[in-house]
């Protein structure tokens, strides 16, 4: 997608601080972080968002968690925890509609959520 921010991320067109990268998945830290740790792991092809996920894409999705894993671990985080979001639709708060799995830690999380 030309206009889309984070396949300019992943092109190089856009500048991005890459943690990884591989056939399926990228991942980088967010530009306004929330916590300590905030990166995304998007995939490498653009999927506006859950919705358009199809039954092809389980195995991209569950690389998308094992990756965020072992950047947790990466990141020092494994053990204290963390949170992963993934932000949906309007209601949801998504705002970049290339499919973005968010790894938040270094502090603890606040509650409630929603
Ligand atoms: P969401 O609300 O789930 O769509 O989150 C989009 C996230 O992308 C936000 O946390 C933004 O800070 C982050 N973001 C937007 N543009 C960039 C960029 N160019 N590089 C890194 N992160 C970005
Ligand atoms: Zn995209």
Do not use: W
């Not at 399926?24 to 999927?47: E, G, K, M, S």
């Amino acid at each position: 997608m030309s206009d889309c921010v984070f396949c300019k991320i992943i092109s190089g067109e856009a500048p991005g601080d890459i943690l990884y990268h591989d056939d399926l998945v990228t991942a980088f830290r967010d530009i306004h972080p929330v916590a300590p740790t905030h990166v995304l792991v998007i995939p490498n092809q653009h999927i506006a968002s859950v919705n358009e996920l199809d039954e092809d894409d389980e195995m991209l999705v569950g690389h998308l968690f094992i990756v965020a894993r072992q950047l947790a671990e990466r990141e020092g985080i494994k053990i204290s925890g963390y949170r992963l979001i993934v932000n949906t639709g309007p209601h949801g708060g998504q705002v970049v509609y290339h499919l973005h799995l968010h790894l938040i830690g270094g502090q603890r999380m606040r509650f409630p959520m929603g």
